[in-house]
């Protein structure tokens, strides 16, 4: 190989991962993707793409054959609340995710890796500090005593532990991020496993003006939404710093699920009635709080909702019409 700085994209066919390999490579790194599958909308940009279970031990030997510059841990089981709030995959979530990051720390260390990023997520903060949907507290302090809504956040908050124990004890360098709901072109949009903004844009591409849709609850909960480009901006600022983090990676811009669907009919000139059903929820409130990673890394998001949500939903209508 040349002298180029190569990386490791675990979870390089995941809706976030693929997108940092085409990043990756745009700044001028030689790029290895893994994932249980190929990206599903796009071809993949990585050099080397390999098929593999992180799970399996033997794998992660296998791709983990050379000191990686840096390495980007995104491999996780997961999905949007249809699939975390249920209760049915609590325990493939918490089994698959946690081996995964078992098998990447022991074997990373082994392979002496040079810097690993790890993805948290906002799930690990305390459901009691997000019962109020106008006032959530998600700062990085607040996640303990630890209260997480499932075994998702659960789950995270022990790999946050594994990572930095992997820190302190064996020298590994590691950089955290806790995700706030991230989004745009190239993600699940059907199938159960879509994220808010992915299923309000297919269900207002799907009707007709005039129509109808369904909602879980009574939409009245919070949340913030951040387009994948300053997802992307987050992880390599936080990577090329030496704050190890855990930060956050979100937009404060807070919309009620009532408000999202607004901003979706808007965008498509339509007017649409909006059914509330009973459905898995998550916490009643929930926005990132920037002032960390303000502090630490000079940058914090501040991109409009509205204009990541024109093209998700450019994306996701194209997405729509081609499977009619």
């Not at 791709?63 to 949007?80: H, K, T």
């Not at 459901?127 to 789950?155: I, T």
């Not at 000079?298 to 019409?321: A, H, R, Y």
Request: proline residues 5%; charged residues 25%; hydrophobic residues 35%.
């Amino acid at each position: 190989m040349n002298t180029e700085k190569n990386a490791l994209v675990c979870g390089a066919g995941g809706f976030i991962g693929g997108h940092l390999v085409k990043k990756l490579k745009k700044e001028g790194f030689w790029v290895r993707g893994v994932d249980l599958k190929n990206p599903e909308f796009a071809p993949t940009a990585a050099d080397d793409f390999i098929v593999g279970d992180l799970r399996d031990q033997t794998v992660v030997q296998n791709i983990l054959d050379r000191p990686f510059d840096e390495v980007y841990q995104l491999a996780a089981d997961m999905g949007g609340a249809g699939y975390i709030f249920t209760g049915d995959h609590d325990a493939d979530v918490m089994h698959n995710s946690a081996q995964i990051n078992l098998n990447m720390t022991y074997y990373g260390v082994k392979a002496k890796i040079k810097k690993i990023f790890y993805s948290s997520s906002a799930c690990i903060y305390p459901e009691y500090n997000q019962m109020d949907p106008d006032n959530p507290k998600c700062s990085e302090d607040s996640a303990y005593p630890a209260a997480p809504d499932s075994e998702y956040g659960w789950e995270k908050l022990f790999s946050e532990r594994l990572f930095l124990s992997f820190q302190r004890n064996y020298g590994l360098d590691v950089n955290i991020a806790r995700f706030h709901n991230i989004f745009g072109p190239e993600g699940t949009w059907t199938g159960g496993k879509e994220k808010a903004p992915a299923a309000m844009c297919r269900k207002v591409a799907e009707t007709l003006d005039g129509g109808e849709i369904e909602m879980w609850g009574d939409g009245k909960q919070t949340r913030s939404f951040l387009y994948i480009d300053e997802c992307l901006e987050g992880i390599r600022r936080l990577m090329e710093s030496e704050f190890s983090g855990p930060v956050n990676i979100g937009s404060e811009e807070m919309v009620t699920i009532n408000q999202l669907a607004e901003i979706a009919m808007e965008i498509a000139g339509k007017k649409i009635t909006v059914k509330h059903i009973p459905g898995p929820l998550g916490v009643r409130g929930r926005n990132s709080d920037n002032n960390l990673i303000g502090e630490k890394l000079n940058w914090k998001p501040s991109k409009p909702l509205k204009d990541g949500m024109v093209k998700t939903f450019q994306w996701i209508e194209k997405q729509v019409e081609d499977a009619k």
